[in-house]
T-cell receptor
Framework: EDQVTQSPEALRLQEGESSSLNCSYT??????LFWYRQDPGKGPEFLFT???AGEEKEKERLKATLTKKESFLHITAPKPEDSATYLC???????????FGPGTRLSVLP | GAVVSQHPSRVICKSGTSVKIECRSL??????MFWYRQFPKQSLMLMAT?????????EQGVEKDKFLINHASLTLSTLTVTSAHPEDSSFYIC?????????????FGPGTRLLVL
């Protein structure tokens, strides 16, 4: 059974304090790993798709990396507007469903 | 690109009534749409997968007669909560997916907040 866990559950950072969020997964053949950002009361917003170990993608202050067992979302010099819940999801080779992790609630204090 | 809309964004209804939520992909054709439910401070819970022109596939524990899903076209799927009760109050989110579109990801709607009195 495909599974996704995320850590930490919640993270508080000072503005400018870089950190990383973790997504650990088990899947029967990885088709893709996805990162989303969700603001309260809104639908998730797509950030990145990663397909194979060693792949990296960047967008502004965010950088996502992937290994065979986990993915990291690195946040460099975060700003208060980066505060949100970050969701990780995987899609296996056998099926079209995505399995979502519980998310990490990030708060960036000014 | 890859915009998904939901309507209504918020609905309040009386217990026993039915509520229909629409999910539209505005600028692409979605072969598959997913319906999720989300409780406060919890992650997304997949309810059903809807493929255009065929019956929806429901996750275990989701009552198909209570949550009616119709995916009549490549740009529209509807979720009808029949005979709603207070325990159905939740945040319902749809997503649209087409293989090969922008990296084969799902694009989510803004969600619908349902409150059943």
């Amino acid at each position: 059974e495909d599974q996704v866990t995320q850590s930490p559950e919640a993270l508080r950072l000072q503005e400018g304090e870089s950190s990383s969020l973790n997504c650990s997964y088990t899947v029967s053949g990885l088709r893709g790993l996805f990162w989303y950002r969700q603001d309260p009361g809104k639908g998730p917003e797509f950030l990145f798709t990663l397909y194979s170990a060693g792949e990296e993608k960047e967008k502004e202050r965010l950088k996502a990396t992937l290994t065979k067992k986990e993915s990291f979302l690195h946040i460099t010099a975060p700003k208060p507007e980066d505060s949100a819940t970050y969701l990780c999801a995987v899609q296996g080779n056998y099926g079209q469903n995505f399995v979502f992790g519980p998310g990490t609630r990030l708060s960036v204090l000014p | 690109g890859a915009v998904v809309s939901q309507h209504p964004s918020r609905v309040i209804c009386k217990s026993g009534t039915s509520v229909k939520i629409e999910c539209r992909s505005l600028d692409f054709q979605a072969t598959t749409m997913f319906w999720y439910r989300q409780f406060p401070k919890q992650s997304l819970m997949l309810m059903a997968t809807s493929n255009e022109g065929s019956k929806a596939t429901y996750e275990q524990g989701v009552e198909k007669d209570k949550f009616l899903i119709n995916h009549a076209s490549l740009t529209l799927s509807t979720l009808t909560v029949t005979s709603a009760h207070p325990e159905d109050s939740s945040f319902y989110i749809c997503s649209a997916f087409t293989p090969g579109l922008g990296g084969e990801t799902q694009y989510f709607g803004p969600g619908t907040r349902l409150l059943v009195l």
